[in-house]
């Protein structure tokens, strides 16, 4: 099942804070870290079932080891925090010396908290394992132990499975860092609280840079169209500030939810100009999309440029990710619903119409996570296999 809600609210945007040259910093920090670019696969043959001149997918799976692109976000922010409490000019300051005498004793005794649906916990971790500081990360009800060992695993974090859902555990996590003393680093932003946020978002652009440099190496130009996941609209956002602030035609964005969580999608229908809560159950696969409440920073961008929402079933992204498997790249359920989307337009020329997917096309897709839970990830590969198997005629 697909929805569409087309955003009335479009109006200037200011994204001056993601464009290439105000994210200079944020890539000089990213390059002193081993890894280089995440790769950028072409998917011909969905391109060809849509009528577009180019699909292409920027395949995360593989950035700092973490299978997610939520490192980029967490270490870009807790280096500026942690630069902000020593004070660091940041525009200067390099990893190797926040690992060194005297900074090193200071940040081995910072406590840095976050509450996660899991990458971006495991973003938090990993970076609090690269400065050597400690992170408290806490997680909705309904997270799976995988995820909870994974963000353990990448770094220097105590987790915590709490019996609250998302958008409670972030108020929740909130207090408990002012009780504690620690500092908050979410990737979610109200009103107050909005700088830490900035610098998650702004780690994010790094993705966007990379693909539109790679897209130019293989002669396909920028962007025409983003379809950009939104769980509370961080990287979304971001992505769309990066687009709108790199070039002088901006391409068409859409956000790309979750139908039972889909905060953005049920706002624009709303059409009043607010954010809203979303109304569904909560219920789906999509785990790193399952946050209620947009972030402000996100929704301030989001609505003014945005053509409009998508909400998709669970069956569609599990569509997506056997589609991305067979074209070679790992997409867990949050990362591939986009690609599963883009497939089932290919059968709505009203939709692709709307949208403007036509022969000049040239989609960016960004898968932002691999197989973050291994064991759902083979059963929905297998469950295709077999399904095939069944329909055989003997």
């Known amino acids: 099942m697909i929805a569409f809600s087309p955003n009335t609210l479009r109006h200037a945007v200011d994204a001056a804070a993601f464009s290439r040259d105000e ?48 490192g980029l976000g967490g270490v870009y922010a807790m280096f500026r925090m942690l630069c902000e409490a020593l004070g660091l000019d940041p525009e200067a300051t390099t990893l190797d010396e926040l690992r060194r005498r005297p900074h090193c004793d200071k940040i081995r005794g910072m406590h840095f908290a976050t509450t996660t649906d899991g990458n971006h916990g ?69 009103s107050g609280y909005e700088r830490v946020p900035r610098w998650i978002m702004q780690g994010y652009t790094t993705l966007f840079f990379e693909a539109v440099d790679q897209m130019r190496a293989m002669g396909l130009g920028r962007p025409t169209h983003l379809l950009l996941q939104a769980g509370v609209g961080a990287m979304a956002g971001a992505v769309a500030g990066a687009a709108l602030a790199d070039g002088d035609q901006p391409p068409v964005i859409a956000t790309v939810e979750a139908r039972e969580v889909a905060c953005f999608y049920e706002s624009f229908l709303a059409g009043d100009g607010r954010p809203h809560r979303a109304a569904g159950s909560g219920e789906t696969i999509m785990a790193g999309l399952n946050c209620a409440v947009p ?14 929402g998508f909400a998709c079933s669970d069956g569609v992204t599990e569509r997506g990710m056997r589609l991305l498997a067979a074209a070679g790249v790992v997409s867990g359920e949050s990362g591939a619903v986009t690609a599963g989307l883009l497939d089932g337009l290919s059968a709505d020329a009203a939709l692709r119409d709307a949208l403007g997917l036509d ?31 069944e329909d055989v005629q003997f």
């Open 23 to 70: 994210t200079i910093n944020v890539r000089r920090i990213h390059a002193m870290i081993p890894g280089g670019p995440t790769a950028l696969v072409p998917l011909p043959a969905l391109a060809a079932r849509l009528g577009v001149q180019a699909v292409v997918v920027k395949d995360e799976s593989a950035r700092f080891g973490l299978k997610a692109f939520k």
């Open 122 to 190: 495991k973003g938090v971790s990993w970076a609090a394992g690269v400065f050597g500081c400690r992170a408290h990360v806490f997680m909705p009800r309904g997270s799976v132990e995988v995820r909870a060992q994974a963000i353990r695993d990448a770094g220097s974090a105590e987790v915590t499975v709490t019996d609250m859902a998302y958008d409670d555990c972030v108020a929740w996590t909130r207090e408990k860092a002012e009780q504690e003393g620690w500092l908050l680093i979410q990737d979610t932003s109200w």
């Open 295 to 308: 972030c402000t920073l996100a929704w301030d961008l989001l609505s003014g440029c945005a053509a409009g």
């Open 359 to 389: 022969e000049n096309a040239v989609v960016l897709l960004i898968s932002t996570e691999g197989d973050t839970d291994p064991e759902n990830y083979q059963r929905i590969l297998i469950l295709e296999c077999v399904s095939k198997v």
